[in-house]
């Protein structure tokens, strides 16, 4: 049996197997035999997270640009899958090919954040990769790794061959044509490894040593050849014309972040100095303007997707957004597209772009105040006032905004009971503004825990404990009490493992082997996370949580002390010493170089569009006087696409339809859609060549012409069958369907041919046949016999059934089978269901449609 037919047999048994399809629209499928490399871009997170990152995204795109190298992707798999693979013995593979992951010559898994540190494991472990670097052989997969989390790799430095560090679009290739070279050569994995370490921004783990004193503290750190040699991060000298995807991955299933992402900056120079990302993206790089609309225009012609986000660590900071905003709004307004801007600073806010926010219909706007003290707001160098915060409050309520997101940290350096009762002072201040000045009846706020992240000033700085951070989330539960403000927290036993991981060292590769042996799995999730399976890894390995969490000397060698992103330690420790003072450092894109040692001024530098002018996008489109036209839409939903739901079917439809360019008629009011209807829903798992929907135009175009544009932009299997003209006031489609027809293949291990024609016969001869259905409103008792109109045995083990549709005499076909064929849940899941018709009320069909197939 091929390796995606095993794979596909055990999609009825998990929770949401639209995770593990593949096939989505713009996916790149190549023949492996045809490539000289094969890579795996591997997420460590459920396919949902991991759909939305842009950096896998860019990746992907600049690998398989390559005629020479298919990349293709793999994610975490949730429990119930990985337990089915486990039975069954089958590997984890890439969603593209169905390959093994030790298939793949490299796998490179995207570090995101620590908790992700189990599932890479089980992804290792899954694909029949040997866990520890030191075991693998010349035959085995290259297992590298990049993202935030790597620039503290020592944790996983047992389990990974190569880190990446920083910027992958131009090392990732470089890394890739090494390997190349390596394999023609055929020489051993060691000359592999060293290799690979003279790529700027490579750490190879291996060629490093660390000695340790007697009570835990780094002595010395070896590099190659006994020496100290570090690390340089990699830096992209030039975002404006790096590669970029236009051609997203349209996810299957609904993602975190349904969304085009189009990165407008990358680094900022804000200098928080909390913030990990702030330090290791330096200096702030910016792409064009027109760059950035071209990018935006490109991706919702091939995507479909309605909304367009505008990406960097401070949105608010882009030099040229004034600029560019209004073009976007207009162009978006035009396509009913959304346009949001995720990271907006409120002393970024000017009446400019406030007025363009406004046009852009945004409903929802998120403040982050980290703390709640002018104090601690100045010790962490996010020197916003609380008038600011007032009135930029004041703004967005009068602009139509209903809903604040406020974000907090607990746990800063220097915090009292003070700081956090400021916290609660300041976010009903903010909910009174936002009442008094427009429509903001509710906040939310969300607490998170503060964790001291390597290569920032708050490196040397100790973290809270566990006791203390739950003692500071008791006192805010309990003062705050608000059913205006819904008040959310990360588990602090999350941010203590988070802690100990950020600072740590090689040590806890042990104690994270020891979890994963253990069971632990998606630490980040909260109802996953087991902090006491943690604390009996760490007790086993001797290891102290609280050892990692401390504070260290200034003069201590650090375990990142050997990756160089660019920033002196003397600048930090400069910044550590003004967090004390509550001294402020601004933007340096503004003011003074401060020599934080990234910018050497000449190739690496500030990339700045300031003052660059974006031409007017004078529209093309046919002026006409919009109608409204009718059509219904006849399509198959065939092979995978079976495991998509209702609800998913309909977004790939819906976004099948904006690719075409078809003049839709949208609804009104705040959030228009698209006029689109559907026919009812069919069950998971359930194939049909006989479902429909109906939507509005507004121009007159030809049933044949919408059917031939619609079948060159249709999602995999989903085949467009028909199209027919209809008047206008036609019948819902719920009101002309009568009965259904399917086909159901019963596998003769669950009930053999003579065993099927008794219980048909059964079921024929009775006079009623009382069942089981679940509705919305809870279990209910039906009569099979007034809602099947025929059953019959049309080949063996295959049986066909007609269904009448409607009204509440509907069932679904699944459910009927298993009541007259007496089958369990479990077997219930074994058959295969096709609907092979949709009858139509007989008045209907009569009333003369054009119909075209």
Not at 232 to 256: M, Q, S
Not at 818 to 841: D, V, W
């Amino acid at each position: 049996m091929q390796m995606n037919e095993q794979l596909n047999e055990l999609l009825p048994y998990v929770s949401k197997p639209g995770r593990y399809l593949g096939d989505e629209v713009n996916a790149v499928k190549k023949d492996l035999d045809k490539v000289a490399l094969k890579v795996a871009l591997a997420f460590p997170d459920l396919y949902e997270i991991g759909i939305s990152n842009l950096g896998l995204q860019i990746l992907y795109k600049v690998l398989n640009d390559r005629d020479d190298i298919a990349a293709e992707r793999v994610y975490a798999p949730w429990d119930d899958m990985e337990r089915l693979l486990r039975e069954r013995e089958i590997p984890l593979c890439s969603l593209e090919s169905a390959l093994p992951l030790n298939d793949f010559d490299i796998v490179g898994f995207s570090l995101q954040h620590e908790l992700a540190y189990t599932n890479l494991l089980n992804m290792l472990d899954l694909g029949k990769i040997p866990l520890l670097s030191s075991n693998r052989q010349n035959s085995d997969t290259l297992v590298i790794a990049g993202g935030p989390a790597a620039f503290n790799p020592e944790p996983m430095a047992d389990f990974i061959d190569a880190f990446l560090l920083g910027d992958g679009e131009e090392a990732l290739v470089e890394i890739c044509n090494l390997f190349l070279q390596w394999k023609k050569e055929n020489s051993n994995r060691k000359e592999l490894l060293t290799a690979l370490s003279s790529i700027e921004g490579v750490y190879v783990p291996s060629l490093y040593s660390f000695d340790f004193t007697t009570t835990g503290k780094i002595g010395a750190i070896k590099g190659p050849g006994d020496n100290e040699k570090k690390v340089k991060r990699r830096v992209l000298t030039d975002l404006n014309d790096a590669p970029y995807p236009e051609n997203f991955i349209v996810p299957n299933i609904k993602p975190v972040h349904d969304r085009i992402a189009l990165e407008v900056t990358r680094g900022c120079s804000r200098f928080c100095r909390f913030c990990q990302a702030g330090f290791i993206y330096l200096p702030a790089r910016e792409r064009s303007p027109e760059k950035i609309r071209s990018l935006g225009q490109k991706a919702l012609e091939k995507t479909g997707i309605d909304e367009v986000a505008l990406l960097s660590l401070s949105t608010g900071d882009y030099s040229c957004l004034e600029v560019l905003l209004p073009e976007l709004i207009d162009e978006y307004d035009h396509s009913h597209t959304k346009l949001s801007f995720p990271s907006l600073r409120v002393d970024t806010m000017t009446p400019g772009i406030m007025g363009e926010m406004k046009k852009a219909k945004s409903n929802s706007f998120t403040i982050a105040p980290e703390a709640g003290s002018q104090r601690l707001r100045d010790l962490v160098n996010k020197c916003i006032t609380e008038e600011q915060i007032l009135n930029t409050t004041a703004e967005i309520a009068r602009a139509g905004c209903q809903s604040i997101k406020l974000y907090y940290m607990i746990g800063l350096p220097t915090e009292t009971k003070e700081d956090l009762d400021e916290i609660i002072s300041l976010s009903r201040a903010i909910l009174k503004v936002g009442k008094k000045e427009g429509k903001i009846a509710k906040i939310t706020v969300n607490i998170s825990n503060f964790v001291p992240k390597s290569h920032t000033p708050f490196q040397w700085a100790r973290q809270d404990s566990l006791d203390e951070f739950k003692e500071k989330l008791t006192y805010l539960k309990r003062t705050m009490k608000d059913r205006q403000i819904s008040l959310k927290w990360q588990a602090p036993e999350m941010s203590i493992l988070e802690g100990v991981f950020s600072r740590g060292d090689r040590r806890l590769g042990k104690a994270i082997l020891e979890a994963f042996e253990k069971g632990a799995r998606f630490d980040g999730w909260g109802e996953k996370m087991n902090y006491t399976l943690w604390e009996e890894a760490f007790n086993k390995c001797a290891l102290s949580v609280e050892s990692f969490l401390k504070k260290r000397a200034e003069d201590a060698i650090l375990p990142w002390d050997l990756i160089d992103i660019g920033i002196n330690k003397s600048f930090l420790l400069k910044e550590l010493e003004k967090s004390a003072l509550g001294e402020e450092t601004e933007d340096c894109r503004y003011t003074n170089c401060f020599a934080c040692g990234v910018c050497d001024h000449k190739h690496i530098k500030i990339e700045s569009f300031k003052n660059a002018q974006l031409s007017h996008h004078v529209r093309t489109d046919e002026l006409y006087i919009p109608l409204r036209k009718k059509m219904r839409v006849k399509y198959a939903k065939k092979e995978m696409a079976r495991f998509l739901g209702h609800i998913d079917t309909m977004e790939k439809i819906i976004r099948m339809l904006r690719r075409s360019a078809l003049p839709l008629h949208y609804s009104q009011g705040f959030k228009p859609a698209p006029k689109v209807s559907f026919s009812s829903p069919i069950p998971l798992g359930t194939e049909s060549l006989s479902e429909y929907f109906e939507i509005e135009i507004e121009k007159d175009i030809s049933p044949e012409n919408i059917l031939e544009t619609m079948k060159m932009v249709s999602p995999p299997n989903i085949d467009i069958l028909e199209v027919t003209a209809l008047q206008q006031k036609e019948p819902s489609l719920s009101d002309v369907i009568e009965e259904e027809i399917y086909c159901i293949t019963i596998p003769e291990e669950v009930i053999p041919g003579t065993a099927l024609s008794e219980l048909t016969e059964s079921f024929l001869k009775s006079t009623q046949w009382p069942t089981i259905k679940k509705t919305k409103k809870g279990e209910r008792t039906v009569d099979l016999k007034e809602i099947i109109k025929s059953i019959s045995i049309k080949k063996k083990c295959e049986v066909e059934m007609v269904i009448f549709a409607k009204g509440g005499r509907k069932i679904k076909a699944e459910d009927a089978t298993a009541s007259i064929f007496k089958l369990t849940e479990n077997e219930k899941k074994m058959l295969r269901i096709l609907k092979t018709n949709t009858i139509f009320i007989e008045s209907f069909l009569s009333q003369g449609h054009k119909k075209v197939a």
